[in-house]
DNA sequence: GCTTGCGCCTGAATGC
DNA sequence: TGCATTCAGGCGCAAG
């Protein structure tokens, strides 16, 4: 699935092929990908048609494209999303949820399996959509402020992991990074936040940071020009997960087999040794 | 106000 | 073999 490193390497490839198109044509294959978007599709259409894309931009998860009307097409990949600029002339993919056309042969086209994604127009939303004013900045943007998160995990009655999985705190931190980051700082996911040290807090962040910043070091590699690609499952990042899914293996670090917790209706996957389970756990 | 849990969705993997 | 169930996940929303 995507995480925020894909999500990056998308922008940047909306930035190089879409940015400064106009869109003369858009199609709405599949509703429920335009769900949020309340007045209908047939608004949606009429919104987006005729205009032109002067940027592309991103918070956590959440992809923008500010429209020379001072509106902005607001996107979200969900679990399976994929933006792919493709020639009209190539087959539609599976999925194909919402297509645009872009002249001169370009068309931009959502792909969408599991539906989880989705777009809508905000008004007036070009520098930063009302819809998504409550996502917090995340860790890979200059601005994001290490006292204030920390501050804020400490007033927090919860586990860590939750708070990292929350988006109004520090934003895209998804369950794979969760785990990867809380092994790298050592931390239990059930430690409770109001009992964090500082440093543990800023641990955290830097192991976050790092492992996103690595994620996308070799994302940006991989990028091919008529092709935004970002879909995680199709290997475009080689990975190396050190806790996330290594259940049974042992950890490069102790050698202690990773083990597989149940957790939020998903798992968390941490090293026995390594991340110590807390006596007050949350 | 804060925290927790559900439901959305598809298809691969697993179970009987 | 074939059908049914489980699992994966981010996010908005409702309930506690």
């Not at 409550?134 to 995990?153: T, V, Y």
């Not at 992991?161 to 990074?177: C, E, F, H, M, P």
């Not at 807090?201 to 994302?219: F, H, K, N, P, S």
Request: hydrophobic share 40%.
């Amino acid at each position: 699935m995507p995480e925020l490193p894909e999500v990056e390497v998308v922008r940047l490839g909306l930035v190089d092929y879409v940015v400064g198109r106009t869109i003369v044509d858009a199609v709405v294959h599949d509703i429920r990908s335009v769900r949020r978007h309340l007045a209908g599709p047939h608004d949606f259409l009429a919104q987006v048609i005729g205009s032109t894309v002067v940027g592309a931009r991103r918070r956590g998860k959440y992809l923008w494209l500010p429209l020379d009307s001072g509106d902005a097409i607001v996107v979200h990949l969900g679990m399976s999303g994929q933006m792919l600029v493709q020639a009209p002339s190539v087959a539609a993919p599976k999925h194909l949820r919402i297509s645009f056309a872009l002249g001169d042969g370009v068309e931009l086209r959502f792909v969408d399996q599991r539906i989880f994604g989705g777009m809508f127009v905000s008004p007036a939303g070009a520098e930063l959509p009302a819809e998504i004013a409550h996502i917090a900045r995340d860790p890979l943007d200059p601005a994001f402020d290490r006292d204030d998160f920390a501050s804020r995990i400490k007033r927090r009655k919860t586990g860590i992991k939750r708070a990292l999985l929350d988006q109004t705190l520090i934003s895209g931190v998804g369950n794979i990074y969760a785990d990867e980051s809380l092994w790298r700082s050592k931390l239990h996911f059930a430690r409770p936040t109001e009992k964090l040290r500082r440093v543990e807090i800023d641990r955290v962040v830097v192991a976050a940071t790092d492992v996103m910043t690595e994620a996308l070091a070799q994302g940006g590699t991989s990028f091919d020009a008529l092709y935004v690609n970002v879909n995680g499952q199709s290997g475009c990042f080689d990975r190396s997960l050190d806790a996330y899914g290594q259940e049974g293996l042992p950890c490069v670090r102790c050698g202690t087999l990773i083990r597989r917790d149940p957790f939020m209706n998903r798992s968390s996957y941490s090293c026995p040794v390594c991340q110590p389970r807390p006596r007050h756990p949350r």
